[in-house]
């Protein structure tokens, strides 16, 4: 084995936990263990910390009113119970972590000041699964074939929210005496990831939905226009502008 693949066999260990307990990495006994389950949980921690601060700044902003800093889930014993089956970067895991994050957050009568809180922290979570899972990491990796049939990414999420929060998510991480209030109007936004890991949220119209939520790699465009009762240059604007966000890809063999 080669000194390069050796070293992706520890990084790999160190970033997932169902492999560090697998018998292809414990038989090998390239460490010891007891060290390496104690760094990988170091890096685990400083992993999530950087997303937690920074999917998260909103409602951390709140934690003069709610008394809830979403990092501090990283020391609680529900954050520990993951590690197990925690894979750094995977989205279940971001999944995983997000919910323990929104769950302590929304707790405690201080969140009763803040009425859209729990909008604000789906909005949080669903930006921080999106961004995980794997990506291109080289610009000159060509995209896919746009001329399968269009499916809705992985990781891509449609947000009904009964609060604007747009029109106030500037105003909390700004200086303010009473919690900004966001207006009671609905609106959906759609998150989506770029393959080379940008996150994108934006206003989603009711085309945009439709295409969305029916997209799902079996239908051609064909089929699809008529599923979701648009034109085919309706269909067309809103799978280019989705494509662009990475919100919708073409498969392959259909």
């Known amino acids: 084995m080669s000194d390069r693949a050796l070293q992706d066999i520890v990084l790999r260990a160190l970033a997932d936990g169902p492999f560090r307990a697998s018998r292809e990495w414990q038989?090998?006994?390239?460490?010891?263990?007891?060290?390496?389950?104690?760094?990988?949980?170091?890096?685990?921690?400083?992993?999530?910390?950087?997303?937690?601060?920074?999917?998260?700044?909103?409602?951390?902003a709140l934690a003069r009113v709610t008394g809830r800093r979403p990092e501090a889930v990283l020391r609680s014993p529900a954050f520990d119970a993951l590690f197990p089956?925690?894979?750094?970067?995977?989205?279940?895991?971001?999944?995983?972590?997000?919910?323990?994050?929104?769950?302590?957050?929304?707790?405690?009568?201080?969140?009763?000041?803040?009425?859209?809180l729990k909008e604000l922290l789906r909005y949080e979570s669903a930006m921080m699964i999106a961004e995980a899972g794997p990506r291109?990491?080289?610009?000159?990796?060509p995209p896919g074939p746009d001329d399968g049939a269009p499916e809705t990414v992985e990781g891509t999420a449609l947000l009904e929210l009964?609060?604007?929060?747009?029109?106030?998510?500037?105003?909390l991480l700004g200086p303010w005496a009473d919690v900004p209030q966001a207006p009671a109007r609905p609106i959906t936004l759609l998150v989506a990831r770029s393959r080379h890991g940008r996150v994108t949220v934006a206003l989603a119209d009711s085309v945009v939905a439709r295409v969305v939520?029916?997209?799902?790699?079996?239908?051609?465009?064909?089929?699809?226009?008529?599923?979701?009762?648009?034109?085919?240059?309706?269909?067309?604007?809103?799978?280019?502008?989705?494509?662009?966000?990475?919100?919708?890809?073409?498969?392959?063999?259909?």
């Open 27 to 60: 038989q090998r006994a390239l460490a010891d263990p007891v060290r390496v389950e104690r760094f990988a949980r170091f890096l685990a921690r400083h992993f999530y910390h950087e997303r937690i601060v920074h999917f998260f700044k909103y409602s951390r």
């Open 85 to 116: 089956t925690m894979v750094l970067g995977g989205r279940n895991t971001a999944r995983a972590v997000a919910g323990l994050v929104a769950g302590d957050v929304v707790h405690g009568a201080a969140a009763a000041r803040v009425p859209y």
């Open 136 to 141: 291109v990491w080289r610009d000159d990796e």
């Open 162 to 171: 009964a609060y604007d929060l747009p029109a106030i998510l500037p105003q």
């Open 213 to 254: 939520e029916l997209a799902d790699g079996r239908r051609t465009p064909e089929q699809l226009a008529r599923a979701a009762g648009l034109g085919p240059g309706e269909l067309e604007a809103a799978l280019a502008g989705l494509s662009e966000l990475g919100a919708v890809r073409f498969a392959t063999g259909s």
